[in-house]
Every structure is written in C-alpha cells, then in structure tokens.
Nanobody
Framework: QVQLVESGGGLVQAGGSLRLSCAASGRTFSSYAMGWFRQAPGKERRFVAAIGSSGMTTRYADSVKGRFTISRDNAKNTVYLQMSSLEPEDTAVYYC???????????????WGQGTQVTVSS
C-alpha cells in the first residue's frame, strides 16, 4: 500500500514556474514508477509525465515537453514536477500516481493522491 500526498500548487502568472511535490509513504517507494496527471474543469484526467523507479526513464505528454520536468528522490520518498513557462491552459488539479511499471502508471495507475490545484492567470 502506498499513500501519496501532493503539495506545491497555487496561483501563478503565465510564464511563471511552480514545483509540485508528491510525498509517498511506505518503504517500497523506490520500486514504483511514478506519474503526474492533471484534470481541468469539465475535462477528463490526462497524463502529464512519468518516471521509472530508478529515475533513469521519463515520459512526457506532448503538451508539456520542454516545459515540465519530472524527477524523484528515492531517499526522500518524493517525486517532483518542475513546471516552467506556464500557460493558462495548464490550469488544472494535478494528481500524483504510482504503479508497478512506467507503462502501468501511465495507463492504469494503482495508487493516487488527492490532488493539488494549479491556477495560471493570463
């Protein structure tokens, strides 16, 4: 069982930056691939980024490539999402997720956090 708690969301102007954090409970964090998803009002939850258990492999949605960076610190049981050049279209609730593999976390994550709101003003 893994419990995930996101933090770092807030209000930022377009062009600005934010770093989201996701703290995980449990001693098996380093065995899980981790991902970030987002859900805008009235829209489905969508994949944003994922990272393999060792941190060597990453995946990004086309809409965030070059602007967002996912990373992890297995010693701190934490995964991060550094977001730069933010746009109003990035406004959403951002969720952290965990899965047994990077494929699994991007398609059918096993564990989810409660989400953190990111609002980008124009």
């Amino acid at each position: 069982q893994v419990q995930l708690v996101e933090s770092g969301g807030g209000l930022v102007q377009a062009g600005g930056s934010l770093r989201l954090s996701c703290a995980a409970s449990g001693r098996t964090f380093s065995s899980y691939a981790m991902g970030w998803f987002r859900q805008a009002p009235g829209k489905e939850r969508r994949f944003v980024a994922a990272i393999g258990s060792s941190g060597m492999t990453t995946r990004y949605a086309d809409s965030v490539k070059g602007r967002f960076t996912i990373s992890r610190d297995n010693a701190k049981n934490t995964v991060y999402l550094q977001m730069s050049s933010l746009e109003p279209e990035d406004t959403a609730v951002y969720y952290c997720a965990a899965g047994n593999s990077i494929l699994r976390v991007t398609t059918m994550a096993e564990y989810w956090g409660q989400g953190t709101q990111v609002t980008v003003s124009s």
